[in-house]
């Protein structure tokens, strides 16, 4: 994992409410995933979940309520939580096109401090064949692998992760799921939004809009 002041062992959601433009998403969300769990995060289209991973993330301002990471020795400041302890996975994977596949693995590695060695992440997510590639030349279910491949390359306790399975076949589907499984046993943290259940049990958090 990552050094010892951003080992994040559990996240808090107190009372979190969530606005975009002039629509309230939901309100009063409260919740707390510990380290070893998953959650899956579900509601329609629209309801708010991209929303809430990238609000975890630091990316969108809360309408209320409040958002705290825990670590071994209690409460986690918010921005070391979030610069050194987190992977966002969202819809857009956030590959530059014009790098190779293994120059965008290598750079991301790099920048979210990675120790160095992607031959796991490579691996695991069957890279080898498309390192040479212009990232603008992948199917959007290698770009998808691409993309998760940095969960390895520079390891972080908590993962968020936004429809992880959507563009994937099954047998990366079920690949994926084992990688998510190894993460949890190794005691990390995963909140995932989706519409298909993930490969393995989770709790459910629902989000919707106030009744």
């Known amino acids: 994992m990552t050094d010892h002041a951003s080992q994040i062992r559990r996240l808090r959601l107190d009372a979190v409410s969530l606005e975009r433009g002039q629509r309230r998403l939901f309100s009063a969300l409260t919740e707390a995933l510990t380290a070893g769990e998953a959650i899956s995060l579900t509601g329609a289209n629209g309801a708010g979940k991209t929303s809430l991973l990238r609000a975890i993330a630091g990316l969108l301002p809360l309408a209320a309520g409040r958002i705290a990471f825990d670590g071994p020795d209690g409460e986690i400041e918010a921005e070391t939580a979030r610069s050194d302890g987190l992977h966002l996975l969202a819809h857009q994977d956030g590959l530059k096109t014009s790098r190779t596949a293994g120059e965008e693995l290598d750079f991301w590695a790099r920048w979210l401090g990675g120790g160095g060695d992607l031959a796991p992440a490579v691996e695991t997510f069957n890279l080898e064949p498309l390192l040479t590639l ?76 106030p009744g």
């Open 134 to 209: 212009e990232v603008r030349k992948l199917s959007a279910g290698q770009r998808r692998r691409l993309a998760l491949a940095r969960l390895l390359a520079a390891p972080r306790p908590l993962w968020l992760l936004d429809e992880p399975m959507a563009p994937l076949d099954t047998a990366m589907r079920r690949q994926l799921g084992e990688v998510m499984q190894r993460h949890l046993h190794s005691g990390g943290l995963i909140l995932a939004a989706v519409h298909d259940p993930l490969p393995f049990p989770t709790r459910s958090l629902h989000v919707g809009a």
